[in-house]
């Protein structure tokens, strides 16, 4: 099992800045891939960003250019600058074990872009 935690979420003014943090604990081992999602009020949960273990990087067209996602060992950063209202959302960690398919989620924490 691996157990994820985010942390950093919080109220921002629109074009302001937030980082989140995940920290990855237990069985760590095989992850291959980890990533954010996120989920807007009646919307689907959607892709954020993903990092691999060799720092390979996916963006969703919605915040290139604005958001970075980075990793150190089992911890993986977002960094969202010029926050917009329509970021607003809960974001998940996720993260992914190739190797039997396992996804694992953390619990969410919740972005409010507003002024």
């Known amino acids: 099992q691996v157990q994820l935690v985010e942390s950093g979420g919080g109220l921002v003014q629109p074009g302001g800045s937030l980082r989140l943090s995940c920290a990855a604990s237990g069985s760590v081992f095989s992850i291959s891939l980890m990533g954010w999602y996120r989920q807007a009020p009646g919307n689907q949960r959607e892709l954020v960003a993903t990092v691999s273990t060799s720092g390979n990087t996916v963006y969703a067209d919605s915040v290139k250019g604005r958001f970075t996602v980075s990793r150190d060992r089992n911890i993986i950063y977002l960094q969202m600058n010029s926050l917009k209202q329509e970021d607003t959302a809960v974001y998940y960690c996720?993260?992914?074990?190739?190797?039997?398919?396992?996804?694992?989620w953390g619990k969410g924490t919740l972005v409010t872009v507003s002024s």
């Open positions: 996720n993260a992914f074990k190739q190797i039997g398919g396992m996804n694992y």
